[in-house]
């Protein structure tokens, strides 16, 4: 096994982390995450869940990160979504049973940048036994809940707001409330077609439709659907996550990324911008130093 090149790994160890990826995103969006922030966590702590091995499965074991793969439907539609969204909550309630000082489960997409000293310091102002459930809401109203759901099921409300599913943490208290509804790709699946919603929409609604909790609304954590370059210099280093993608606005491919100042690297060497994000963070990294000469 090669030994894993820890820097300013972070001690905390009560974060679960949960990635979710799949074969073709493997090379273009993985590696770029072994090589920027998965550095900052004890790999005990991150699982993986994707579809296929390969060579990207086999370096991430090597790394001593866990790769999980789901026996789902292929897809991006709400079932195969489900389905591997039910994987990552039944692992997580393994690694639970097997290392029970977990008191946060954060799930995050794989074009998404964690700054973990961020979030390290927002889980520090909140008690992680009560139920918690962090994110950002993608649509800024309360979601109907369908009335064929509500007559089969216990509804203490018949609306609910849900965090975008690229990025959300729950404090293990809640995770042990919503095991009954989401522990498993069965359940999972079961519910998002019986709600007609897909996974990330299926969450909120158990947990303030069902259980009776608020979504807290994190500005922090965003998602490539916020407008990316709005974001100042000096705040940067406050976002929870960033991510990158582009916008079709009348035929023309509009890029959303963060824009730094003094970038180490040029928009061809890292076209999603995590490499300059990464050195800004962390720059005594070594290859941010390498990069230095102009
Ligand atoms: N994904 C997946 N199966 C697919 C397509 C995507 O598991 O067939 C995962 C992907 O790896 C990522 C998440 O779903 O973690 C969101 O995918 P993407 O960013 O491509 O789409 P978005 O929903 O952000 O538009
Ligand atoms: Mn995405």
Same mark, same amino acid.
Do not use: H
């Given at each position: 096994r090669k030994p894993h090149p820890l820097y300013d790994v972070h001690e905390r160890n009560d974060v679960y982390f949960s990635i979710k990826s799949t074969e073709k995103y493997h090379e273009s969006r993985l590696q770029l995450l072994v090589l920027t922030w998965f550095q900052s966590i004890h790999p005990h702590n991150l699982h993986i869940v994707t579809d296929t091995e390969d060579s990207t499965t086999e370096l991430l074991r090597d790394f001593g990160y866990t790769v999980h793969i789901a026996d789902c439907p292929k897809g991006h539609t709400h079932q195969p979504m489900a389905c591997k969204c039910g994987v990552e909550f039944e692992q997580f309630y393994i690694a639970k049973e097997n290392r029970s000082h977990y008191n946060w489960y954060c799930h995050l997409d794989d074009d998404m940048y964690l700054n973990v000293l961020a979030l390290f310091e927002l889980l520090d102002t909140l008690n992680p036994l009560d139920s918690h459930y962090l994110g950002q809401r993608s649509i800024n109203r309360?979601?109907?809940?369908?009335?064929? =759901?509500?007559?089969?099921?216990?509804?203490?409300? #018949? @609306?609910? +707001? =849900?965090?975008?599913?690229?990025?959300?943490?729950i404090s293990t208290r809640l995770m042990e409330q919503l095991e009954?509804?989401?522990?498993?790709?069965?359940? !999972? !699946?079961? +519910? @998002?077609?019986?709600?007609? $919603?897909? #996974?990330? !929409?299926l969450i909120g609604l158990i947990i303030e439709g069902i259980l009776g909790y608020n979504l807290t609304e994190v500005s922090t954590m965003n998602s490539h659907? =916020?407008?990316?370059?709005?974001?100042?210099?000096?705040?940067? $280093?406050?976002?929870?996550t960033i991510s990158y993608g582009s916008w079709n606005i009348n035929g023309k491919d509009i890029k959303n990324t963060i824009s730094i100042e003094d970038d180490l690297f040029d928009d061809n060497e890292d076209p999603t911008r995590f490499l300059s994000y990464h050195c800004l963070l962390h720059p005594s990294t070594q290859w941010c130093h390498s990069n230095e000469r102009t």
């Open positions: 309360r979601i109907d809940i369908r009335e064929d =759901f509500k007559r089969k099921n216990n509804i203490l409300r #018949d @609306s609910y +707001y =849900f965090a975008t599913g690229a990025v959300y943490c009954y509804y989401l522990r498993g790709k069965e359940k !999972m !699946m079961g +519910y @998002s077609g019986a709600a007609g $919603v897909p #996974d990330n !929409m659907l =916020f407008p990316l370059k709005r974001i100042s210099t000096t705040d940067l $280093v406050k976002q929870i």
